[in-house]
């Protein structure tokens, strides 16, 4: 069965796909610390920085709708994260309660920063998804090995990869055996009650995770008749071309400006 | 180049799988396991390549390859003559890539990079894969997976191939393309499966399991049109069996087919 849905990668042939897939890791990495380190309210610098993200994305010849589309997935996340930001700060109160002896509301500063932080989580998401958008994902864990990255983490990654679709298959296979027998008489209505519904579903989740732990057992049968021993090696091929250079060094160097900015334009 | 020598086998659970076995099979033969469900078929073939028995207090006898008898320290050496791939090509196939998966058994027997390339070719070449280097296994059809399966012991230029039900699930293309593979590849061979027609085609001699023993060894001729035998271990002759040249039914009794 094909999941393009949880195939992120995208095949086309702009710059930014060509370009090292150890640079782009890197770089993605630099857009992201430089996003999470800018003060609260450094408005300025937050522009400048979406205008590089803006850039790349205009650059990668990716659609730009689909890639809002996959950015906007994370927000709900980085919005309960940063939930609390309003009522904390200190700040002029622009609402709020009396809750016995304490005031519970929201300031001004608290909401500026509760915005600039989804703001960053938003640039920060938007950014990676255009990482994985542009690089096959085996290339990326080959530039995670090349950048030493530990062991265990990639290979965690890497079976997850691996097994996600064999395990989506799995559970669809299950749901559909589920359907198959969820008949209704010809005088309608359906049987059962919810905690019997509800007992079903547990079992098929139980069902699935026990056929993953067998599968495991298998995997790792496989890997140890043909010698695993615990090493793991690989052969990557990056070859770096004189475009990375000059698309790291811009890249470094539009990072440096939007923090330089930040900090000191206030 | 493979001899099992009362070789016994009970699961931890305490179910016992495999019950005083002994079988030589020589270099180049290529021998079919038939046997019904739970005879021990799969339990026999974990333990050519020392996945189960060795050092595990749950088997006696002894299996040796090649006339290394393989305990604790040979086991390496004997994965790297022993071949073994698993029924589901997704436990076999676990890389991100095709390359990375059929590279994996030489890169853990220490061989360079440029040894290693060369390897992958010759053994995507034998399956007829070339080409397929960096897809990834989930995108490939079941048939597709198996050869790929295949490719990967191959890559290691084993002796022995083990294979477990290697034609379950293909459709009769897939299948005829896999047995043509499989009858040009050179190497000592043990076939496990259900698929008698495959035992027809491929192996000259059947070894039958029932409940952990040997219960009949001799040539696939013989034993697959002994009817009694077929049905007393749940097993079913193909209708190849039955035909002569001549294309007309030669067997007594074979209404029932």
Redesign the interface.
């Known amino acids: 069965m ?1 999941h393009t849905a949880l195939e992120p990668y995208r095949v086309a042939n702009s710059l930014i796909h060509r370009l090292d897939a150890r640079l782009k890791l890197l770089a993605t990495l630099a857009f992201v610390l430089a996003a999470t380190t800018l003060p609260p309210s450094a408005w300025g610098a937050l522009a400048l920085l979406s205008l590089v993200a803006v850039l790349l994305i205009v650059v990668s010849h990716t659609p730009p709708m689909m890639m809002l589309r996959r950015s906007l997935v994370a927000l709900p996340f980085v919005g309960m994260i940063a939930l609390t930001l309003p009522f904390t700060r200190d700040g002029q109160l622009l609402w709020g309660v009396q809750l016995g002896r304490r005031v519970l509301g929201i300031t001004d500063l608290g909401l500026l920063s509760f915005v600039s932080m989804l703001v960053k989580g938003w640039l920060s998401v938007l950014v990676a998804s255009l990482l994985v958008t542009t690089t ?3 290339t990326l ?1 080959q530039a995670m090995q090349a950048l030493r990255v530990p062991k265990i983490l990639i290979l965690i990654i ?2 997850m ?3 996600l ?2 395990l989506v298959d799995e559970a669809l296979c299950l749901q559909r055996a589920r359907l198959a027998r969820s008949a209704a008489r010809s005088t309608g209505g359906s049987g059962g009650t919810l905690l019997w519904r509800i007992k079903v579903l547990g079992g098929m989740i139980g069902s699935l995770f026990i056929r993953s732990y067998a ?1 495991s057992e ?2 790792y ?9 615990g ?1 793991w ?3 990557a091929h990056f070859r770096w071309q004189p475009r990375d250079t000059w698309a790291g060094l811009l890249m470094g160097i539009g990072l440096v400006a939007v923090m330089v900015f930040g900090v000191c334009v206030r | 180049m493979i001899e099992i020598r009362n070789l016994s086998f009970v699961y931890p659970g305490g179910q016992p799988a495999l019950n005083g076995i002994n079988l030589t099979i020589k270099a180049g033969e290529k021998v079919a396991v038939v046997g019904p469900n739970g005879a021990g078929k799969s339990t026999l073939l974990l333990h050519l390549n020392g996945i189960l028995g060795g050092s595990s207090a749950h088997g006696v006898g002894q299996v040796r390859v090649g006339g290394v008898e393989v305990n604790a320290r040979s086991v390496r050496q004997v994965r790297a003559r022993v071949g073994l791939v698993f029924q589901n090509p997704d436990d076999q196939l676990f890389s991100p890539t095709v390359f990375e998966d059929v590279a994996f058994g030489p890169l853990n027997m220490g061989l360079a990079v440029d040894e290693v390339r060369v390897r992958v070719e010759r053994a995507l070449s034998a399956v007829a894969m070339v080409g397929y280097e960096d897809r990834m296994p989930h995108h490939l059809s079941l048939g597709e997976r198996k050869r790929v399966a295949i490719a990967t012991v191959l890559s290691m230029e084993p002796d022995v191939l083990v294979l477990d039900e290697p034609s379950a699930g293909l459709d009769p293309r897939a299948r005829r393309n896999l047995i043509a593979l499989l009858r040009a590849l050179p190497q000592t061979m043990l076939v496990a499966t259900h698929d008698m027609r495959l035992v027809w085609a491929l192996c000259p001699r059947t070894v039958v399991l029932d409940g952990g023993r040997v219960v009949a060894d001799g040539a696939t001729a013989e034993l697959l049109t002994d009817k009694r035998l077929m049905e007393r271990h749940g097993l079913e002759a193909p209708l190849e069996a039955f035909v002569t040249d001549a294309g007309c039914v030669a067997a007594e009794g074979s209404d029932g087919l």
């Open positions: 094909q096959p994902f085996p864990l890497s079976f990869y691996r097994y679709f064999v599968r298998r995997i049968q496989a890997m140890l008749s043909r010698g695993y021993d090493q090696f690989a052969v």
